[in-house]
């Protein structure tokens, strides 16, 4: 039997501390499903479905990522929700911080009691644990560069569509 985990995110835009959990979570296990969910907490920059097109792109260009990834989204309903509909039992998430743990603690046992399904946190590599979607976004619309934080197709993209 395989085991599937998910590795939830909004990817506001993706960045390269995510590709590094997606691509040891893909090294860990059988199937991962990325998914990009929708935060009610966060104001979105870009629509889900660009988010997908650059997350797909980013995983496609990565060498280092394994072919047992499949990018999806999830907008209604709780993540449990989607785990339990794939079969999954374990979700995957970068921690960068306490601040992190903190915030991830109450989800963590929420979901584990209402449907099972347990979490593996992942530590970033050094040179990405200080990077978030929200500070990318931040530098990038005051015309910061921020292509040592993001995929190559994420930066183009970025730098396409910022304000003159």
């Known amino acids: 039997m395989s085991t599937i985990a998910v590795v939830p995110g909004s990817f506001d835009p993706v960045t390269l501390g995510h590709l590094d959990v997606i691509r040891r979570a893909a090294a860990i296990f059988d199937e991962v499903h990325v998914l990009v969910v929708h935060n009610p907490g966060k104001n979105a920059m870009l629509p889900i479905s660009e988010r997908m097109n650059l997350l797909q792109k980013a995983i496609d260009e990565d060498e280092g990522i394994p072919s047992n990834i ?8 709780l993540l449990v929700d989607y785990c339990t509909e794939v079969g999954a039992k374990v979700l995957v998430k970068g921690l960068r911080s306490q601040i992190d743990v903190a915030y991830e603690t109450p989800m963590v046992l929420m979901n584990r009691s209402l449907a099972g399904v347990e979490t593996v946190f992942l530590l970033p590599e050094p040179a990405h644990s200080h990077v978030s979607s929200s500070l990318v976004r931040q530098v990038s619309s005051l015309g910061g560069d921020v292509s040592e934080y993001v995929p190559r197709v994420v930066a183009k993209y970025l730098d396409t569509t910022r304000p003159a």
């Open 70 to 77: 499949t990018v999806a989204s999830w907008s209604v309903g």
